[in-house]
């Protein structure tokens, strides 16, 4: 009842919208040209509704949320258009006009928190700063009211945090101090520019929850621009689909997932892996790449890429509107629309586990610890040293050609457990066994020969490869160091075919990194990686960085890359989907511990730990009618320090289930069925009673 009223109130408002955009264009001035960043763009907003703005990178969300704001770079300029907030074309109004709206009427939540507060600012400060210039408050005043905001927005020990820096908080809490900045005037509209690329599924579920929350109560418009598209599932009223600087669909978020009217709308929800849906078949995606904006085509400018692209759609195209408010930019949109065209896009067959469970391991872990000595309380004048147990009796096998998933939240250890297996850091305890051998501690000669077995995928391939090296040079830097590949002619051709393999061009080996794409330097990761022919890979958030079609394109390369090869696989990352999809198993880490491990599907169709199910329940999922029919239940708190580790279980502090005992005592890892592990002391009661549907 309550959701009707909350539709039918809002359907009230949208006679007269808070903010319309109307056919903004905006251009850039390079030294290689003039770049259409934003061409045509309309759309509105309305009070307390949620309106998503999604594409690839470079497609002209936040040149155009930039734009609103009156934050353009000096290169760019509006050549046309009209942007209204309540009447008010904010292009026409004065700078000082401009500066009191800003922050006071509009506010900005930018993408990294850290990069937007000041370093050398106390929090208090930057949260007083805009009551104090917009609202004239006195300091007693602004003080008061930013403690109230620190409350509304979920941050405890309000006092003490006001006097705190921005480096003494984690990234859910920096997240947190942004959204009170920009609440704290009380704005109208607040724009949010991948507001939680950078969180964990947890926080970004408490993150999220509260802005949808204040911006019902409160009437606060909301606009997001993000490319998680489960995100918009669960959040967004309506959604506006940008594509090399046009709009090319806008519509409620059930037309836009359930009923797409546009062939690339259709092909970023097929290539988007799914946490309801177990491994099947490989993820379509849409190949090729958006055009150059300084020279776009007079046409369709999806029609590269379209698989259904007819010789009309060379020709110019305005939105066409198919009644409701949902519009698309399509000639063959009536086909798609009556069901005459399906739209599909390349798939290749069904994924086949190619693991071999039976045979030796090929990698061992028993028992890793990896301990960490920082300085205590009192910083750099005192000489107290504590420890940080980043890594804590961690156990784990993995099997040839076996892919095995490590999850869990920021600080729970997992990329410290991939650089203690590539003994890029030294095991503080336990043992690591490659291929039966024990290389725990073997010295840097004896790791020379293990090193062309073991290779690495790093998250950011931008800051992983070498800017002064062409692509040809940085992948045949191990060939000529392991003189596997002496003649120079010989590894120039070995560039070319491992070019080839990973889905690259022979001659972008003359290029430089940033010469590339996102995508593009993410497969010269991998190049460079199988360049040694290793046998184990370990990925560390090989995707988390890239677009949806571009994830989905990275993702069935490694998978076709195992298939062909033979490879082996420990796969860490922080979303479930990506995971299910790509892993044989799933281990689940919490400070330091692994919690779970099972086989993929039983782990996420049958948890048995409170901190999986947790996870389970805060990650979204791009479906509207999924998540309008689910409870989901953001998980509280925020994961204890490493420093000072809760005794007994270490998740006790958040689960809604502890007992007395898991204070006091640490669960023992028992195998509850055919190899699923499970660390809690309510395990079996989870099993019988399923004791969690209620927590």
């Not at 759609?313 to 009556?338: F, N, Q, T, W, Y």
């Not at 199910?613 to 791009?622: Q, Y």
Request: aromatic share 4%; proline share 6%.
């Amino acid at each position: 009842m309550e959701a009707k009223v909350q539709v039918q109130s809002r359907a009230a408002q949208t006679s007269v919208p808070l903010l319309a955009v109307e056919d903004l264009h905006v251009r850039f001035e390079t030294s290689r040209g003039v770049v259409r960043a934003v061409e045509g763009v309309s759309y509105t907003v309305n009070r307390g509704e949620v309106v998503a703005v999604v594409g690839e990178s470079g497609c002209g969300k936040s040149v155009s949320a930039l734009t609103i704001m009156r934050l353009l770079a000096k290169t760019g300029r509006v050549t046309r258009g009209r942007i209204m907030l309540e009447g008010r074309n904010l292009l026409e109004l004065s700078e000082d006009d401009m500066r009191a709206v800003r922050g006071h009427e509009i506010s900005m939540i930018f993408q990294e928190p850290m990069t937007s507060l000041n370093p050398v600012l106390s929090i208090g400060a930057q949260i007083m700063e805009p009551l104090l210039i917009h609202l004239k408050m006195t300091e007693e005043e602004a003080r008061g009211r930013a403690l109230e905001l620190m409350q509304q927005v979920g941050i405890t020990d309000g006092e003490r945090r006001l006097s705190q820096y921005p480096h003494q908080l984690s990234g859910g809490m920096r997240q947190r101090v942004m959204i009170a900045i920009g609440l704290a005037c009380k704005p109208k509209l607040i724009i949010a520019d991948e507001p939680t690329t950078a969180l964990d599924v947890t926080i970004q579920a408490q993150i999220l929850e509260l802005m949808k929350n204040l911006s019902r109560e409160l009437g606060i418009a909301l606009v997001i621009i993000t490319h998680n598209l489960g995100i918009v599932a669960r959040y967004a009223d309506r959604v506006n689909v940008m594509y090399a600087a046009n709009i090319i669909e806008k519509g409620s978020a059930d037309d836009i997932f359930l009923q797409p009217a546009h062939p690339y709308t259709n092909g970023l929800m097929r290539s988007v892996p799914r946490l309801d849906e177990p491994r099947g078949t490989k993820l379509q995606t849409i190949e090729g790449l958006p055009p150059d904006l300084r020279m776009p085509p007079e046409g369709c400018r999806f029609a590269a890429r379209c698989p259904h692209k007819l010789e009309k759609c060379l020709k110019p195209i305005e939105l066409i509107d198919l009644g409701k408010g949902h519009e698309a930019r399509c000639h063959r949109v009536d086909e798609i629309m009556s069901g005459a065209l399906k739209v599909e896009f390349p798939s290749g067959p069904p994924v086949t586990s190619q693991a071999h469970i039976g045979d030796k391991p090929i990698l061992e872990v028993a028992n890793l610890r990896k301990y960490f000595g920082v300085k205590a309380a009192g910083g750099i004048f005192s000489n107290e040293m504590a420890t940080v147990r980043a890594v804590d009796d961690v156990s784990f096998a993995i099997a040839p050609g076996e892919t095995l998933g490590l999850v869990g939240e920021s600080g729970c250890g997992k990329t410290t457990v991939g650089r203690v297996v590539l003994r890029l850091d030294e095991a503080t305890g336990g043992s690591i066994k490659f291929s039966g051998t024990d290389v725990t501690h073997h010295s840097g000669r004896e790791m020379r020969g293990v090193r062309r077995k073991i290779q690495v995928i790093f998250q950011d391939p931008y800051s992983s490869l070498n800017p002064r090296m062409t692509i040809g040079e940085i992948i045949a830097e191990p060939l000529k160091v392991y003189g596997i590949v002496p003649e120079k002619k010989a590894r120039a051709a070995r560039v070319g075919e491992l070019l080839t393999q990973v889905g690259l061009f022979p001659y972008m080996a003359e290029r430089y990194p940033h010469e590339l794409s996102g995508g593009q330097r993410q497969r010269v990761g991998i190049a460079r990686a199988l360049a040694l022919e290793p046998e184990l890979i370990v990925c560390d958030e090989p995707v988390s960085a890239l677009d949806v079609s571009i994830q989905g394109q990275v993702i069935n390369l490694l998978e076709d890359l195992q298939t062909r090869l033979g490879l082996t696989f420990l796969f860490i990352a922080h979303d479930l989907a990506v995971v299910r999809h790509i892993s044989d198993r799933v281990a689940v880490m919490y400070l330091g511990r692994i919690m779970e491990l099972a086989d993929r599907d039983e782990i996420y169709e049958r948890p048995l730990h409170p901190y999986t199910k947790a996870l389970l329940d805060a990650a979204p999922i791009p479906d509207p009618r999924i998540e309008r029919a689910r409870a989901p239940r953001a998980l509280r708190g925020e994961i204890p320090s490493p420093l000072t580790p809760p005794s007994g279980c270490v998740f006790h502090t958040r689960c809604p289930i502890a007992l007395d005992v898991c204070k006091q005592k640490v669960p023992e890892t028992r195998d509850m069925s055919k190899g699923h592990l499970v660390a809690c002391h309510r395990a079996e009661e989870i099993q019988r009673s399923e004791v969690l549907q209620g927590a």
